[in-house]
C-alpha cells in the first residue's frame, strides 16, 4: 500500500513528572525555551495514552480527549505540534488524535506534560519518523516545557534555552514516592503559559526568581544524586515558594493556594521537623504533592487521607521512560511493546 492509502497510525504512553527544581518564564529567545533549569521526577501512576492516525479521508486534524472533541485554543497547540511533524516526515494527511488521561486533566497535575509526550512519541511514529529520544523530547518542549522531561524515566532535567530534556538518574536511584493530596479536580483558572507570561510582564519578584533558580537547581541535583533526602526537601520546598512568590507580586497577582493547600504546607513542615521524611511542592494548581521515602509512604498516605478538604491521594514511585503501545484493542488497555519511541 503506498503512503496516501494507508494511515500511518501508532500509539503511546507517556507519565506525568512533577518537578522538584521548578521552570517558571520562557526564554527570550522564543521557540519556548525556559528561562531557567529544572529537575523533575516521572511519575509511574498518571498516564496519558495516545494515538495518532494520519488519514487522507481528513479535511482537518480532529483531536478527542477522553473522549470530548478538542477545539479553540487545546486543539491548535496539538495541530502546532502535527504540523511540525507533517514538515520533518514529509507527510501531507491531517490526523486523527485520540488521548486518554487516567487523571483530571489541567488541575495541576502535569497533564499537558504526559499528554504531549505521548502525543509527540505517537506522531513521530505515525509519520514514519525514526526513534529519538532527543528529537521527541524537544518536539514536546515546543509545545509544553514540562513535556520534554515526560520523554524519560525517573530524574530528568531541562536546562536553560536547551532544546531537550536529559536523563539524571534512572527510577532506582532513589527509592522515594510523591504522593498527589487532590484538593480540586476542576480546571485551573490561569494556565500555566498565561501565569508566566503574567509574572514576567509585571512581577518585580520575577528578576529575583531567575536569579535564584539556576544556584537553586545545582542543590537540588546535587542532593538528589547524594540521595541526601533532607537537603532534596529544602530545595524543592524553596524551589516551590520562590516560584509562587514570583506569582504573587504578579499583576493582577497570580495565588494558585486554596485554604487546604496552605494547611498542608504547614502540616507537612511540621511533621518533618517531627522526623517525618516529607517534603511539600506545589505546581501550577492547588494540589500539593507530597515527597517521601518509599518505606514511609503508607503513614504519608494514611496523614493526607485524614486532613479535611483532600478528597484523593494518587501514590507515584518513579515512572518509566515514554514508550510505544502496540496496536491491538481498546487504547486504553494497550501494551507497551519492546520498541524505544
Ligand atoms: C514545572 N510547571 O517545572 C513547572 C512548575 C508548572 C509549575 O512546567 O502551559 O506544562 O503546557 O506551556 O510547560 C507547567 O508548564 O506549561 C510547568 P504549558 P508547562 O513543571
Known sequence: MTKESSPGTARAVAHANIALAKYWGKSERGDNLTAVPSLSLTLDALTTRSQVSFDASLKSDEVILGGKTLGGRELTRVTELLDRVRKAAG??????????????????????????????VAARAAAGLPASDKDASKLARQSSASAARSIFEGFVELLEDTDSAEPVAPSSHFDVCMLVAIVQQERKDVSSTGGMEQTRLTSPYYRGWLEAAPPLFREIKQALLARDFERLAWGMERSTLLMHASMFGADPPIVYFKPTSVELIHAIKNRRAGGHPEAFTLDAGPNVKVLTLASHAAKTEEFLLRVPGVTRVIVCRPGPRAALLSLDGPLSEARRTDAAP
Open 91 to 120: 507527510e501531507s494527511r491531517f490526523a486523527r488524535v485520540d488521548s486518554i488521561n487516567n487523571f483530571p486533566t489541567a488541575a495541576g497535575l502535569a497533564s499537558s506534560a504526559s499528554g504531549f509526550a505521548a502525543l509527540a
